[in-house]
Structure formats: C-alpha cells, structure tokens
C-alpha cells in the first residue's frame, strides 16, 4: 500500500500560482516518519502542530532541517502540481459558465499522473490519497471524484484503495510534510517569477536550504499551462469528466 498525502499553498488566489504537493511513502514508512517527525515536535519548545509558513518567520534553522530529515528518510517519491494565476485568468471565457476551481484540476490531476507513475512502476500497488482539510472545495472535489470514476480505466480503478479522504493536519502527521513542501514550492515561484516560462533550469534560483535537500527526492511534476487549461475547458463542454483529463 501506498499512501500518497498532497496540501495546497495559493488557493486563496493570492501570489503567482496555486501549488497542490506532497509525497507517497508506504504506510509503513509513513509509520516511521511519523515517530521521527513526532520527535522534532516535541523539541523544546514544543510545537503542536507544524505550519511551515510561521516556522519560516520563527523557527531555528537547524530544528527545521531535522524535520527535513524525517522526510528524506523516508518518502520514495515526491508529487507537485501547479497552476498559474495569469493562465487561468486568460482561459476563464474558455469555460463559459462552467465555474473554474483550480483546487478541482489539481486535486483530479494530481491523482491522475500519480495513478499513472504507479501503474507504470509498480502495476499491482494500491494507492491511498490523503488531502488536508478544504472544507467547501474539498467536498466539491470530493463530488466530482464520485462522478469521474466511472471513466476511469478498469486498472486505474484498480489501483485507486479507496475513495480520497481530507484529514486534520493535527491529527495526521505526514501532511505536516505535505504543507512543508506545498509552502516551499510556493515560495520558489514567487521568487523565480520574473523568469519567463522557456528559461533553461539553470536559471532559476533555489534561496532555500530546505528546498535544495528536497528538491533532490524523485518527484513527479504536473503543471498547467494555457494550451492544457483550454484542452480542459474544450473537454469540459463535451463531458462533466474534464478533471481527470491528462
């Protein structure tokens, strides 16, 4: 079994982009990430919960590189999707009076090149998707999840373990990472967005010491440019289905 746990950063519109990642471990190492990561917690002073944008402001470097080294350790594979704001505002007259929620195409899409990677590698593995807490949009995610899986393919069926759930951070320590890393992406978009799309990889800069270890895990990326948003809406206008589109 694998568990896959994804967290959003930007869905409130506000920046460059919105960012849904996180990463897929066993539940096993899931297991064992979580008694390390419980460890740094209750370091003094102890944190309840973590939230990478108020550590950024007030944690010790070296405290947050140990709860890096959790994730290292134990994930086997990191996933990020992306939208940007200005692509989804020049296709908003593409869907006409379908309402657009970015938190719709990457919630489907992320599950979709997931899906896929593990139907590639490990063909007969079972995979379980936890989300953070979205409240409105995560049960509007939810529903189109319930429409859409009749479409699938009898293997992506398959391999899905059950339907996705959305779990308390608090409560779920493994999406405490999945906010690490959602933040982080954020974050690098924000200070490289003065590169235009075609620039070499070269040329963008990485400030974070958090993200130049983690930007070193396998990682699967999924991003949405102009000509995939208005394949989606093209899709939409033919069948309620659009989301899961690849």
């Keep these: 079994m694998r568990i896959v746990v994804l967290d959003d950063s930007g869905s409130d519109r506000q920046g460059s982009a919105i960012v849904l990642a996180g990463y897929a471990a066993t539940s096993e190492a899931w297991e064992t990430f979580s008694s390390a990561w419980r460890q740094v917690l209750d370091e003094s002073p102890p944190i309840a919960c973590f939230r990478m944008k108020k550590a950024n402001r007030r944690m010790a470097q070296g405290r947050l590189l140990r709860f890096v080294s959790a994730i290292e350790a134990n994930v086997e594979l990191g996933i990020t999707s992306c939208i940007f704001n200005d692509d989804l505002n020049a296709v908003k007259p593409d869907f006409g009076d379908f309402i657009l929620q970015p938190y719709d195409l990457l919630f489907h899409g992320t599950m979709a090149v997931t899906v896929d990677y593990y139907l590639r590698h490990l063909p007969d ?19 189109f ?102």
């Design 125 to 143: 593995e079972k995979i379980e998707f936890v989300f953070d807490e979205q409240g409105a949009l995560g049960r509007t995610a939810l529903r």
């Design 145 to 246: 999840f319930d429409n859409i899986h009749q479409f699938l393919t009898e293997k992506e069926r398959g391999a899905i373990a059950s339907r996705p759930v959305h779990e308390s951070d608090r409560r779920y320590l493994p999406l405490q990472a999945a906010d690490l890393i959602a933040w982080q992406t954020k974050r690098f978009i924000e200070e490289n967005k003065h590169f235009p799309p075609t620039s070499a990889i070269n040329q963008y800069v990485v400030n974070s010491p958090v993200l130049q270890r983690l930007e070193k895990i396998s990682t699967l990326y999924n991003t949405y440019g102009v000509s995939r948003l208005q394949r989606i809406a093209r899709d939409t206008r033919i069948a309620s289905s659009s989301p899961w589109q690849k």
